[in-house]
Each structure stands twice: as C-alpha cells, then as structure tokens.
C-alpha cells in the first residue's frame, strides 16, 4: 500500500522499516518528535502484521494485590500507602487464596501478583502465599513480583537477587510482571521514584530472572516529565538486555495517571501520545515479540485502535483492577471475555486466547486447556 508521508523525517525510518532494518537513537527520537500520526502507526503495523498476521491475543486473567503497604512513598504512585494509613490493607493468607478463586466464573490461567514494598512482610511470608496459591489452583500460572519487589525482599532478606528468584521460583513463581522500570533516566527517576532501584538494579534483576529461566514481561512509564530521549534511550536499554537474554516476552508501555499522587499538577497524557507510545515500542523493539496495549491504562476505546498501531495484546480480564484506579483510571476494574471479543473482532482482528506465555488456550466456561 502506499502511505503518504507528510514528515520528510520519517522516510529513511519507513525505508529501514520495509527492509527489516533495526532502528537507530535517531530514527527513535524522530518518531516522538513527529506528529504525522498515521505515518508512523502505518510502520508499526506494518510490522505488527510481519510477525502476528491478524491475530490480536488476550488473556483470561485475575489481579491480586496482598498489600498496598509501600516503604518507597514515589510521587508518581497512588496505591502505595503508608503502613499506619488508615485505608491501608494488606490481606492474610487466606484472603488472598480466597480472593484468587473469587470474581467471574470463567477459568483464569494467570494470576497477576504485584503490591507494595510491605516493612514486615517476609520472603517466607511470600512463598507460603505461593505454595498456597499452586497448591489449590495448580494449573494457573503464577505472574508475580515486579523486580523492584524482588531486589527489596533481597535486600530484606540479606540475600543475593538471584538467590531470592531461586526461592520465589521454587515456591511457585512461574514468571514475573514488567513493573517498576518507570523510566530508565536517572535525573527523572530522582524525581519520580527516588526511592526505588535504579534502573541498572531493575536491568540486572531481569537480567537474573532470564538466567534462571524465568520469562519476564517489561514496561515504560510515559507521560510525566521525561523526554522523547529518555523514551528512546529506555527503549534501546531493554532492547540491548534482549539482545543479551532473550527473556522479555511483551513490552507495555503504561500511562502515567496523576491523580492522587503529590504529580497531579501534570496533565494525562492523550489518545494521540498513547498511540504513539505503541507504535515507536513496536518500531523499536525488533526483538520483543508482543506489544500490548493494557486496555485498563489506555481504555478499551484506545486499546482497539492500538491494534491498528502495533499492539497484537490487549491483556485480559483482571476481574478487580486497583493500582490504575488508585490513581484515577475510569475504565471498569474488569472485563468479560466475551467483551475483549468484541472489541477485537471489532477492529477487525481474529482473537486468540493465550496463556501468559502465548499458548493458544482452548476453553469451556470453567475449565481450559493450553494446546502446546
Ligand atoms: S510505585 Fe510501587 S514502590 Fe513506588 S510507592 Fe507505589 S507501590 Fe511503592
């Protein structure tokens, strides 16, 4: 098809695109400066159609949350509270394992486990909520903690990270989540999440995590004060740890959304710069497989355009959402299955049900099977 392109800028990066040439620094920086829109989401496409055809994925899923007791108080959070909060909570045991088997009576194949950085909760603590979890839902698979999770219950326990990836492995993590990278620049990241690893600690914890074995996803927190450089330099920096592993399975890249955080003064970032982001991901990251567009961040309106702008993943049905509805998100805290069909066949793509590491997933209401 022939796309008219209206930045002269863009034609050496549609050039390289329709070559299957890796993208440079410049040509990344060049996507975020452009406002030709369509130029740019016509590329990502043109990629997203290279390596998954018509096929969007999506996930049947729930997210559990233990606590959103948090040591770290970053500005650009709304979940994390403060552990003498009186709307603090952090579940015991039991509620978690009954919260996991509550929500739609559809089978979930993945529990998404993330929360605060909790004072008194133990690395034990964690793995008996792990061994629990697999002992009563045995073929769900276990998504959980984010590397900024991972490197403080190491630094709690004294441990290295990769002895504390052995242990969560054993009691039950099958892979981990992308959260908590934010951005990579250091000036911002001061400012944002000072109190968090840097973004060296969260690169070498995935980079742990991929030696074991285990898969991770990874993310981009956009929309605050960071640059189109900082965009681009944090992208090369995930695409280099590919490169090197091999271990990211999906990038998502997520919204900053200010309310309720002491960063509310900052306005929310648009459908055009969401699309974007998708897009310049796709473009950039020649060897992550899986660009998703996490309805939840950017709603389900975006999250369909999105598929037209590099994303073949629009996440799954979450049942009870928190961390973006701390923080403002409007969108409903869950979705039916039937509900990510329609607004995939809507935009026209084929919908596949996967598992988190995109085996198709062949279902009845309440049970399922992965097909290897
Ligand atoms: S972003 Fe994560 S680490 Fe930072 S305060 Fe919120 S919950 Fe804690």
Not at 25 to 42: E, P
């Amino acid at each position: 098809m022939q796309v008219v392109i209206d930045d002269a800028r863009l034609k050496p990066v549609l050039a390289k695109v329709e070559a299957g040439e890796r993208l440079s620094f410049d040509d990344g920086v060049a996507l975020y400066r452009t406002s030709d829109i369509l130029a740019v989401g016509h590329m990502a496409n043109i990629v997203r159609e290279r390596l998954h055809g018509n096929i969007t994925f999506f996930n049947v899923n729930r997210h559990i949350n233990p606590t959103d007791v948090c040591v770290a108080s970053c500005r650009l959070c709304a979940f994390g509270k403060r552990v003498r909060d009186p709307k603090a909570y952090t579940m015991s045991h039991e509620q978690v394992w009954e919260a996991a088997g509550h929500g739609y009576s559809e089978a979930v194949t993945e529990f998404h486990i993330v929360g605060g950085l909790h004072p008194e909760l133990t690395l034990d603590w964690y793995c008996d909520m792990l061994r629990g979890l697999k002992q009563r839902f045995p073929q769900v698979h276990l998504k959980a903690f984010t590397m900024v999770e991972v490197a403080y219950l190491a630094r709690r326990q004294k441990i290295s990270i990769r002895e504390t990836l052995e242990l969560l492995r054993d009691a039950g993590v099958d892979s981990l989540p992308g959260g908590g990278a934010e951005i990579f620049s250091e000036p911002v990241r001061r400012i944002i999440c000072d109190h968090k690893i840097d973004g060296n600690e969260w690169i070498e914890t995935a980079r742990e995590a991929h030696r074991l074995g285990l898969k991770s996803n990874c993310t981009m927190l956009y929309g605050h004060i960071e640059t189109g450089e900082d965009r681009v330099d944090h992208l090369i920096r995930l695409r280099e740890l590919q490169d090197e592993t091999g271990g990211f399975v999906t990038f998502i890249p997520l919204a900053f959304h200010p309310d309720n955080t002491p960063l509310q003064h900052i306005g929310k970032t648009t459908g055009f710069t969401d699309l974007k982001n998708i897009a310049a991901a796709r473009l950039m990251l020649d060897n992550i497989p899986h660009i998703k567009a996490y309805w939840v961040m950017m709603t389900p309106r975006i999250a369909q355009v999105a598929q037209r702008f590099g994303a073949d993943d629009i996440d799954g049905t979450v049942v009870e959402e928190k961390i973006y509805h701390d923080a403002g998100a409007t969108t409903s805290q869950g979705l039916r299955r039937g509900e990510l069909l329609r607004l995939i066949r809507e935009a026209g793509r084929e919908p596949v049900e996967r598992d988190t590491l995109y085996r198709p997933v062949q279902r009845t209401e309440s049970t399922f099977t992965v097909l290897v």
